[in-house]
């Protein structure tokens, strides 16, 4: 089994790449910085099996296609695709720079997009594959200081609905997961206790138990918040 992670190296997506190399799957790693990715490549035990890191830029067109070329070339088919990469830039939507709003689309929304058609189309032709979009409870209701952050966070569940629709019919699924406040390096520096967040850990367990529930079956939406935060 194969799976592309985005956001790899960092919170929910190295979380996630850990879970599914520890249950056997080969890996297709994607960050910024080849330094992350290289060092995180050598923390997990090698058995003979793949990991592949491509250092990307998502937030730019040209680099993500030239990406998702190679990676056809060199690892072809992947059954799990996670979009997880994405930014959060705080401030009010009246008042910041539209390059904040447009930093922001790029990255929860553009990327997602690109790279879930290219392996989307894959897995149509296959009948097979299971597509998770890392969205947000902001992609529901608007979070204070969030303005171009909860718009793009609601365009990136609405990608995830228009994927689930059209893919559905292929034997193909596609699950939302909208995490609250969760322990990545955006709360760096926080005095709140860890035990008031949701672990990056939490999620990738979850994504694991819905990629082994039964083939006729597809769960939509997690929605996944600390229990008193």
């Not at 904040?100 to 879930?116: G, H, P």
């Not at 850990?201 to 935060?229: C, H, M, Q, R």
Request: net charge neutral.
């Amino acid at each position: 089994m194969k799976a592309v992670i985005t956001g790899a190296t960092k919170g929910i997506g190295r979380a996630i790449a850990t879970k599914l190399w520890k249950e056997g799957y080969d890996l297709i790693l994607v960050a910024r910085s080849l330094n992350d990715l290289e060092k995180f490549r050598n923390q997990l035990f090698f058995t003979g099996r793949s990991v592949l890191i491509y250092a990307v830029d998502c937030s730019i067109k040209e680099e993500l296609y030239k990406f998702l070329n190679k990676v056809d070339l060199d690892f072809g088919f992947a059954d799990v695709l996670v979009n997880n990469v994405g930014a959060f830039l705080p401030g009010s939507l009246l008042d910041e720079d539209d390059d904040a709003f447009e930093k922001q689309q790029e990255l929860n929304v553009n990327a997602s997009y690109y790279i879930s058609k290219f392996f989307g189309k894959k897995m149509r032709s296959a009948q097979h594959g299971h597509i998770f979009n890392i969205c947000s409870v902001a992609s529901k209701a608007p979070v204070k200081n969030g303005g171009s952050y909860s718009v793009t966070k609601a365009a990136m569940l609405s990608l995830n609905h228009v994927l689930r629709q059209e893919l559905a019919p292929h034997n193909v699924k596609v699950t939302a997961f909208l995490p609250g406040s969760t322990k990545t390096s955006s709360w760096e520096g926080t005095t709140i206790p860890d035990e008031k967040f949701v672990q990056p850990e939490d999620i990738a367990e979850t994504l694991y138990t819905i990629l082994n529930l039964s083939k006729g079956v597809n769960v939509d939406e997690v929605l996944i918040t600390p229990l008193d935060f």
